[in-house]
């Protein structure tokens, strides 16, 4: 009897509804405020930036939500994603767990990013716009908004961060590829990047920057809407379906976890594969739970020594001010090599959740991360993206655990995408120039000392 | 009903055994002679560089042959791998024709090489080599072998084309990832690499130059073996999973395919798609035969341009004599980017086939199999690599003679791999930096008097 290395859904069994987490939390999340006056924001303030359907998904309690055909059609190209057991890894290992990973990097677009960016891009179509605005780091988020685009013959143009552009070249082609307009930033493109220009000729930029370009350039044409690629709650309800495929996988392969362990940044790749099994949990709080571990880098630690409090989603404070935890919007992460986890705070649901004790968090440091993504690498083939390095580091730790326990837990990870736009981080670290980054502990201190103050009543509604 | 995307073979259904066609074909292939002697060579002499049992399945005519279950477990971790129906494709064409394609770039190498790399990693190890050596040009054969070795316990050294390493860093780390060894070729590394460099400090390098090193590096140590990614009868076996998983899942379609297209340099991806095909004819001549197209770049013309003649497999003419489509071995083709079709020869069994009129061949330009892998990867999502874009640029080409002459054929093509490692081809071709080689109608009048002379009656033994 050989040993089954996959377990892949048919096409026909592709779930054809997203999980509303909203739907089962015991009461409503505390809402967003207005960044200057304060004030509760209702959709009707946001509209300016997001097409109804969106906004509408973004405050919606029903539970189950239909994902439209067109979004189905163009899912199949690469879903159901596959849910591997890791065989050569635990042996590796030696230990006694079972390790299985759901692997995101099938999508062209190489990473879990693309389930939301093609249902905004089908809902933005549908709602009329034209063109959508995004900013990107790393590179993840925009590569999925360009290739979502395409798909729905939207104009996308991506603000990305300087310092990215001129060092991830690829990145910046591939989304070119897909005919997405790349603007290095801060660019001469928009009035707000000119400033920025004015001020500093030379800035490498950063997401804040970026942000606040997109959204500027989105608000000027009545024909755009600007894209978010994490954090909010529509975003999280897309990649759902990672979940809900793993809860149809574990089935077939007549397991129950014990962990589930995914890499939290924005917090959308940690939703996606968890919030299915928390919703279980909420509907039948008997019932067996795994534990749920959201992975963070030391360097960026958000969850584990962030506070839970009202902070604004951008670095310049233009953005709507969210419950979430966080280390102050002023926060600036040491240049660790998976930016997509270079986040000052989390998704306000993942942050509630973390608050109400339903999930875990660790921090991982940098060089642990790699030597994980190096093992694996040579055991299962796949070259994993940084960011997925430390939900891999974790579930290896967990199974040494076992291992020395004697215990057989069964443990699934998250693999949000590979590694093949990454590979001079990985040259980084087999040339032994990569460090942990020390230097968080100061910077979180500075950080959190700016965080805003926001009325009491309106902090607890 | 909805339309399915692609078809999947469960892992049970995964083929065990690899097709053979020299068990089907009518007589024997000429026999390989000596580079210096011109005698005929057997497999005795080639086991200085190659295991025992690869040399077995050189010259076997058993018709099939088991895959042994450790390659087995290894292709699971990627195969069967999916059949695609390109419906967005087909739109974007408006052509009646039903265009299929299968896809080897989910492998963790990036294309078919691994098939071939997983098999000759195997049977090394379980021959005792400890080291294989091997040459790379756009890396895609290098990348499989060192993630194959990595599988195997090998320790692996790459001898890579020294242009191809500067131009292409990510190609060489993602190597390294994997524990390979890199040496820009020519190196210091080798005696022979060395005199080059005598001869030439700043010499660029050649695939000819890179395999005298691989050679000459394994010839020097008994523990170690060479590993060649395409030409040899044992390579083309190993890909005939391909076409085996294809029959399967066009069964699953309830199609039989009207034409079968696949790009070919060495000629492993062609052989691999259609060897299984072409055996369903030899076996039953009055049964239905799909056309079978090899398509070539115009600007390495092999099949197209070049004679059937025994020719050197290598610029130096160190290896053995073959009888194959040639455009003789001093022909340096132009630097198109489809690296992995700039050969001056081809697998002597593809040319016996086209010699034979089993199988046609189609010439096209550069430029053109860009427009095609950008309209691809636009309307399906997937990047190819720039090799796979000569089957898609002919695949489009039938589909639009189909809308053209109201007919309805059904298109089967092989995409070989991703261009995740080609993003700066696509980046030359969108600005508009790319050309159409024109002078390789020269190179290859020159080249053509170098063929060697062999005596007439071992030429048609």
Redesign the interface.
Known sequence: M?????Y?L???DMPTVWYNLASDLPGPLPPPLHPVTKEIMGPQELGRLFPASLLEQETSTQRWIDIP?EV???Y???RPSPL?RAY?LEEALKTPARIYYKYEG?????SHKLNTAIAQAYYNRRDKTERLTTETGAGQWGSALS?AC??FDLACDVYMVRVSYEQK??RR??M????ARIWPSPSTHTAVGRQMLERDPRSPGSLGMAISEAVTDAMADPTCSYALGSVLNHVLLHQTIIGLEVKAQLRMAQEEPDYIVACVGGGSNFAGLTFPFIGDNLQNPQGRSPRLVAVEPAACPTLTRGVYAYDYGDTAGMAPLVKMHTLGHRFVPPPIHAGGLRYHGCAPMVSALLDQGRIEARAVPQLATFAAG?LF??Q????PAPESNHAIRHAIDLALLARDEGTEPCIVFGLSGHG??D??A??NY?AGHLEDMTDAEERMGKARSQLPAVPAEEENP
Chains 1, 2 share one sequence.
């Open positions: 050989t040993k089954r290395v996959k892949l048919r096409e026909s055909g189905l059609d163009i199949r190209l690469w591997y050569r099938v999508s062209p677009a190489g290739v395409s798909f070249p690829y082609s591939f070119q590829t897909y005919g190096l690498a040579r299962e083939g796949i070259l093949h736009f590979l001079s990985y040259d087999l």
